[in-house]
């Protein structure tokens, strides 16, 4: 369980041209991920956060589908994180969300994200 000073989220990331790593557990050559422009990148999240959020698709259920990080396998799931451990724009969002709320798309070095609060 997280501290009083940390909190918990899970999060969807879709890496793109400009991600720093151009490779994920789903695309390990980076094959997809070097063809994928940022606004693609946005568009697919954005879809995939409007079903989410309409009821359509369950967060967990689709980040273990979709999303480029190895926390995938958790469902997106990140466990219990502090201020300074995550990429400044991510922390951010995280920090200034509710539990249960989930982000807008949150852009960082390593592609884009929602991330859902979770403690």
């Not at 490779?23 to 050559?29: H, L, Q, R, V, Y």
């Not at 309409?54 to 466990?79: I, M, P, Q």
């Not at 995280?94 to 859902?116: E, N, P, Q």
Request: hydrophobic share 35%; charged share 30%.
């Amino acid at each position: 369980m997280a501290s009083r000073d940390q909190v918990k989220a899970s999060h969807i990331l879709i890496k793109h041209q400009g991600s720093r790593r151009k490779a994920s557990w789903k695309d390990p050559e980076g094959k997809i991920i070097m063809t994928t422009t940022r606004e693609a990148a946005v568009e697919q999240l954005r879809s995939i956060r409007e079903d989410i959020v309409s009821g359509k698709a369950n967060f967990e259920d689709v980040a273990t589908r979709v999303s480029d990080c190895s926390s995938a396998k958790r469902g997106g799931d990140l466990g219990p994180f502090g201020r300074g451990q995550m990429q400044k724009p991510f922390e951010e969002a995280t920090y200034a969300l509710r539990v249960g709320d989930i982000s807008d798309i949150v852009d960082t070095d390593s592609g884009v994200h929602i991330i859902k609060r979770t403690a």
